[in-house]
Every structure is written in structure tokens, then in C-alpha cells.
């Protein structure tokens, strides 16, 4: 309940110019979609290193949340300045704005953020945090588009519109925060893409729900992180 009300009181009622990067086929290399990172940063690179992943070459695409629950949240939020690095931001790299960019008088936005995983923040400086945080928002827009194992494939953190043409007019909430389609166990496709990949919600392994991926499996208390090569999870 407290999450929607400030979700709503700091998303506003549109996504903002970040709303969505385009990028073309990887002629040179792989691609891979990782779920919630949650500040393991040893778990990503366990897992980069299992699959031989090669940053001159390969790309990897993140659902979000690369920050809270984890004490390596300072690593992984850096990971957005990576050339081979493309996230999405999450519900929690939000909650992280409205605490640290746009804190409200009564520190209400702070203490929300921190019970809901920001206490690695006590071990950080609140000033560098807040820059790189800032800077690092403007890596991560709302929503990415890729061209990948022969289709066109849509990611954001959450929840996709019905329709992904309908991206900018959709409530951020939506994208951010949203659980409708999967407590619905909703296999309805959204059009106008071929797939979307999204995070968000923890799952003992990836799901598909239409042409909805979903790859949270919790890395931050069950240990996995799923990080899978497009053609794998793509079928």
C-alpha cells in the first residue's frame, strides 16, 4: 500500500523524454538478458564467467533493480556506464531518486527506500552516491527495444502496456511497479512486438506468459541469477 502511494506521488502520470532506446542486431557478438541484479555483484560476475561473456563484443540487457537488498549496490548501479551493460530502470533505482534527488521534507522517501533494501547506503557517501546515482538514471531509460535472435524485443522492469506502441502515454507506475499480467497468469500477447522481457517479480525460474518473459528468480536471497543468451530464452 505504501509503495503505490509514493510510486504514484513521485512517477507522475506520463514517463518522462528517458522513455525508450532503440538498438540494432549485434553482428559481433552475443546477446544476454540478466534479471534483477539486486547489489550481487559477485553473482553477475560468476555468472558472466560461466557463460564466457566477452565485453568487447557480447551485450547484456537488465530488467533493473541492479540496487537494494545487496551490499555491492554501488558496483552494480555503475554498471550502467558500461559500453556493454543496457538496463532499464527498476521500481528501486526509483525509490533511490525519490530519497536521494528529490527528497520530500519530512524524509518520508528516504525511510520508505531504506526499509525496502537501501540500508547500503550507511555504508556509502550520500553526496558520491547521489551523483552517480544521477548520472546513472540517464543510462537507464524507461523502456529499451533490441533486435535480437531474428526479432524485435521490448524490456522494461515491470509490466508492459497491452500495446508497446503505447509506451510514452503509459503510466510509469505501470512499468515500474506493475503485477497485474502475471497475478492474472494473463497469456495474452502484447502487440505490436515480438517478445518482452521484464523482472520484477521473484519466480523459481523464468516464466513465459504469452510473449511476456519473466526472469526475476531472486538473486539477492535464493542465490540465482538468471542470465540467459537471447536465442536460449527467446526459444
Known amino acids: 500500500m505504501g509503495s503505490k502511494g509514493i510510486g504514484k506521488r513521485r512517477g507522475g502520470d506520463r514517463v518522462n523524454q528517458l522513455t525508450i532506446q532503440r538498438h540494432g542486431t549485434n553482428t559481433e557478438g552475443r546477446d544476454f538478458f540478466v534479471g ?104 537507464l531509460p524507461y523502456a529499451r527495444e533490441v533486435a535480437t535472435a531474428g526479432k524485435r524485443v521490448g524490456i522494461v522492469h515491470a509490466e508492459p502496456p497491452e500495446d508497446w506502441t503505447q509506451l510514452e502515454s503509459t503510466d510509469p ?29 521473484i519466480l523459481y525460474e523464468p516464466v513465459v506468459m504469452g510473449n511476456v518473459h519473466y526472469i526475476d528468480t531472486g538473486a539477492f536471497y535464493t542465490g540465482r541469477l538468471t542470465l540467459a543468451q537471447a536465442e536460449d530464452l527467446l526459444g
Open 36 to 139: 534483477d541484479i539486486h547489489g550481487q555483484y559477485g553473482l553477475l560476475l560468476e555468472a558472466m564467467a560461466r557463460v564466457g561473456f566477452n565485453r568487447q563484443c557480447d551485450r547484456m540487457f537488465s530488467v533493473g533493480d541492479l540496487i537494494d537488498r545487496g551490499k555491492e549496490s554501488y558496483q552494480c548501479l555503475s554498471l550502467a556506464f558500461e559500453p556493454w551493460f543496457h538496463g532499464v530502470r527498476g521500481n528501486h533505482e526509483m525509490l533511490a531518486h525519490d530519497a536521494l534527488l528529490a527528497p520530500d521534507e519530512d524524509g518520508r522517501a528516504f525511510l520508505f527506500w531504506v526499509m525496502n533494501g537501501g540500508t547500503w547506503i550507511h555504508g556509502e557517501s550520500l553526496k558520491e552516491v547521489s551523483s552517480v546515482l544521477a548520472d546513472a538514471l540517464e543510462h
Open 173 to 201: 507506475y505501470t512499468l515500474l511497479w506493475g503485477r497485474n499480467r502475471i497475478h492474472q497468469e494473463d497469456t495474452t500477447h502484447v502487440v505490436n512486438i515480438d517478445d518482452v522481457v521484464v523482472g520484477h517479480t
